[in-house]
Structure formats: C-alpha cells, structure tokens
C-alpha cells in the first residue's frame, strides 16, 4: 500500500506539496498491520523500518530495567505521526510502542527512506521536520509537567490532543476519542489515579468537559484553554515553506 491520506494531511497543513512531493509519497511502499489494545507495536531494540498511525492511539513507553511495572508514557501518537521516524537514524530505540484500543499502522522500511532523503531535499525536510514536532511537543510535556498542576496539567493534554486530532480529520466539534484508563492518564501525567480521577471530576465540575468512556466532548474551547494557559505554537500549526 501507499503512504496513508492522514499523513500527507498532516505535512499539507504545514508547507504546499507539488504533484511529484505526492507522487513520491504515493509511491513509498508500506505494509499495514493491526494491533489490540495492549499490544506492542514497536518494541525496544534495533529497528530496520518505522512505523506511521493510521487509526487509533499509541503512546510511547519507558520503562526501568528490571522493574516492568515501572513506567512512563512519554508521549501519544495520532493518525498522521511518524511514531518512530527517529529510528531510521538511531537504528535502536530505547523505548516501545503500545496500543491504546484498536490501532492501524504502516510500516516503512528504512531502505525506502534512504532512497527518498538521497533524491529528494524538499521531501526529506518535510520528515525532518515530523521528528522535530515531535521534540517540541516531548519538551512541552516536560514544561507543562513543572508548571501546571493537577486539573491544568490535564486540560493542556486534552487541548493538544483535540487540535492534533482535529488538524488531520479524526476528531470534529470538539469532540474527540481518547481511549485512556484513568492509570495510563497517571502514567502520562505523572499523577496517582486518584489524583487523575479529581482532575477529571473537577474539569467536569467546571463544565469544561463531559467525559464518558472514551469519548471526550469539550464544553468550552476557550475556558479550557485558559485553564491550561494552552498556546499551540509548538504544533506547528502555520503553513510556511521549509
């Protein structure tokens, strides 16, 4: 198969594409796997391909060695990310890849992406630049990690995962699927569940959110973000020549 549409969506929101960016991307060949929930998709090793959401939700997981239930998820992958375009350079990740629901992904092989990034500057910057999203968004975690707390922490995620969602076409009128138990939002957030579970209910209580299951419905774009102090500039959310 082709490269999926979310992924030439998601570089079409941020440069123009001419025809042959799209026919080279139309030809890149890509095999597609499905996981369940639970499921590694990437595991911690060396790597001869990377890996690109086509539906559903991954996060990153690092763990301490000799300590399984020591973990963190250090980051979440939407439709049209690249989850491991960094391993193309690395050759090993020190981390894995795990399935939040039902997941559709695209495997690319390395040697396909040697091929692009020898021929083809323009394309080879626009992947560049998915890894250096990726970065921003890894250090606004980081940040948002030492200055907000508690219910903030929590509705500047949902603000990024709204807008990220948005942006390639999986989530629309400000409701969107994060197939999140209250443990993984601990794990992300760096919080206790029971912590998570009065962040939830205060945002609730607010009348920011209605949150039932998976299914997240923002009641207020605008009193979320100021919640969250959230400015999506790390996003990337301009289009500009690169």
Same mark, same amino acid.
């Given at each position: 198969?082709?490269?999926?549409?979310?992924?030439?969506?998601?570089?079409?929101?941020?440069?123009?594409?001419? *025809?042959?960016?799209?026919?080279?991307?139309?030809?890149? $060949?890509?095999?597609?796997?499905?996981?369940?929930?639970?499921?590694?998709?990437? &595991?911690?090793?060396?790597?001869?391909?990377?890996?690109?959401?086509?539906?559903?939700?991954?996060?990153?997981?690092?763990?301490?060695?000799?300590?399984?239930?020591?973990?963190?998820?250090?980051?979440?992958?939407?439709?049209?990310?690249?989850?491991?375009?960094?391993?193309?350079?690395?050759?090993?990740?020190?981390?894995?890849?795990?399935?939040?629901?039902?997941?559709?992904?695209?495997?690319?092989?390395?040697?396909?992406?040697?091929?692009?990034?020898?021929?083809? $500057?323009?394309?080879?910057?626009?992947? /560049?630049?998915?890894?250096?999203?990726?970065?921003?968004?890894?250090?606004?975690?980081?940040? *948002?990690?030492?200055? !907000?707390? &508690?219910?903030?922490?929590?509705?500047? !995620?949902?603000?990024?995962?709204?807008?990220?969602?948005?942006?390639?076409?999986?989530?629309?009128?400000?409701?969107?699927?994060?197939?999140?138990?209250?443990?993984?939002?601990?794990?992300? !957030?760096?919080?206790? $569940?029971?912590?998570?579970?009065?962040?939830?209910?205060?945002?609730?209580?607010?009348?920011?959110?209605?949150?039932?299951? *998976?299914?997240?419905?923002?009641?207020? /774009?605008?009193? !979320?973000?100021?919640?969250?102090?959230?400015?999506?500039?790390?996003?990337?959310?301009?289009?500009? $020549?690169?």
């Amino acid at each position: 198969m082709a490269i999926s549409d979310y992924f030439t969506r998601f570089l079409q929101l941020r440069d123009e594409l001419s *025809a042959r960016d799209l026919e080279l991307l139309r030809e890149i $060949p890509t095999t597609v796997r499905t996981y369940d929930s639970g499921e590694e998709v990437v &595991s911690v090793g060396a790597h001869t391909r990377s890996c690109l959401m086509v539906r559903g939700l991954t996060g990153r997981v690092n763990r301490i060695v000799g300590k399984a239930d020591a973990r963190a998820i250090t980051a979440l992958h939407v439709p049209g990310d690249f989850v491991d375009l960094h391993a193309f350079v690395l050759k090993k990740l020190n981390h894995s890849v795990v399935a939040f629901g039902q997941v559709e992904v695209e495997f690319v092989e390395h040697a396909d992406l040697v091929r692009m990034t020898e021929s083809f $500057p323009h394309l080879t910057r626009l992947f /560049w630049m998915t890894t250096a999203i990726d970065a921003a968004i890894h250090r606004q975690w980081l940040f *948002a990690s030492s200055v !907000l707390r &508690s219910s903030a922490h929590l509705a500047h !995620l949902l603000c990024e995962m709204y807008l990220r969602m948005e942006m390639v076409g999986v989530a629309r009128d400000y409701t969107m699927t994060l197939p999140l138990l209250q443990r993984e939002l601990a794990d992300i !957030l760096g919080y206790s $569940p029971i912590h998570i579970n009065r962040a939830v209910r205060d945002l609730r209580d607010r009348k920011l959110v209605r949150w039932q299951a *998976a299914e997240v419905e923002i009641l207020s /774009w605008h009193g !979320l973000t100021q919640l969250a102090r959230f400015d999506p500039t790390y996003i990337e959310v301009e289009r500009r $020549p690169r």
